[in-house]
């Protein structure tokens, strides 16, 4: 087994930023913005920037822009930061050349959804797609990325970590982007202390932390990662209430958010208002104009964000 623990069996929870990729205003990767996103991941204490997943529009990427854009985070990232790169892609043939390249500069891990146009329907498919995967990258622990709404493949993640454990020598573990608070609970329980279970719902930090998660994935971190560390201080010193009221602000944030134009465009809106401008989203998406984005501001200020905490 290839370890990838950031995870302890204390309360504190270990916070890995999804980062967004940025673009130019013609929408061309701005690999300058890379030092500023590695920048403010370290002033607040991010364990690791994850690249090229959902946030980072690693689907509407050629994979000459993927390297690209891992080669940068690689560069930038060398010995402050960790680099988990998502790899999944459509094509299995595509995600071993990007694992392989990821292994090739540097990076800490690989993960990766599984192929979702033509979508494995069996757990021993998904499994033998995510071994092909891992295996071009012998080196890197691998992490499988169930985020079913994006996919489609609806398989339980934790039948997947079962027969995952046993195929895929490099398999450390799992992030998990879904809602299913059981099938989420079965994984922490399955994965014991051998795997690490990345909560990949923000909305869902505090009730998977008292669930036993100590660690999460996910992409409202770019703006909002010092309101959900102040959470977890206020969870770990038995503060609840205070707790709560923080994760009550950051799911109002987060819905807001969502409410201008789709929760990726709006937290990217909200990484630009309140950490690093990483530019619009690659079409179809539709990001929102200036008057949409002055009036986010104004919606979450008047919630009581400010980006600094809670």
Not at 136 to 150: D, K
Not at 188 to 202: P, S, T
Not at 222 to 246: I, K, T, V
Not at 257 to 285: I, N, S, Y
Request: glycine share 10%; hydrophobic share 45%; net charge negative.
């Amino acid at each position: 087994m290839t370890s990838l623990r950031y995870s302890s069996d204390g309360p504190d929870m270990a916070l890995l930023t999804a980062v967004f990729t940025p673009f130019t205003e013609t929408g061309e990767l701005a690999l300058d913005t890379v030092p500023k996103q590695a920048d403010d991941l370290l002033a607040w204490g991010s364990a690791a920037a994850y690249v090229g997943g959902t946030a980072g529009e690693g689907a509407s990427l050629s994979t000459a822009e993927r390297m690209a854009l891992v080669e940068r985070w690689c560069e930038v990232a060398a010995g402050r930061l960790d680099v988990i790169v998502h790899v999944g892609h459509s094509s299995v043939t595509e995600a071993r050349r990007l694992a392989e390249h990821a292994e090739s500069v540097g990076a800490r891990a690989i993960s990766a959804v599984p192929p979702y146009f033509h979508r494995p329907e069996t757990v021993a498919a998904l499994v033998d797609a995510c071994a092909a995967i891992a295996g071009a990258a012998p080196t890197l622990p691998f992490t499988y990325y169930h985020i079913p709404s994006m996919t489609g493949v609806n398989l339980r993640a934790s039948d997947v970590l079962l027969e995952a454990r046993e195929k895929i020598p490099t398999f450390a573990g799992l992030k998990f982007a879904h809602n299913d608070m059981v099938d989420l609970q079965r994984c922490l329980h399955v994965a014991g202390g051998r795997h690490e279970i990345f909560v990949g719902v923000a909305k869902l930090v505090l009730a998977a932390w008292q669930w036993g998660a100590r660690a999460a994935i996910g992409s409202v971190y770019n703006f909002a990662g010092p309101l959900f560390r102040q959470l977890l201080d206020h969870a770990a010193r038995g503060e609840l209430a205070e707790a709560q009221e923080c994760q009550l602000l950051a799911q109002q944030v987060i819905d807001a958010a969502a409410r201008h134009g789709g929760e990726l465009t709006g937290f990217k809106a909200m990484g630009a208002l309140f950490a690093v401008d990483c530019g619009g989203c690659r079409p179809p998406l539709v990001s929102p104009g200036p008057e949409r984005a002055a009036a986010l501001r104004a919606e979450v200020t008047a919630l009581g964000f400010t980006g600094r905490g809670c």
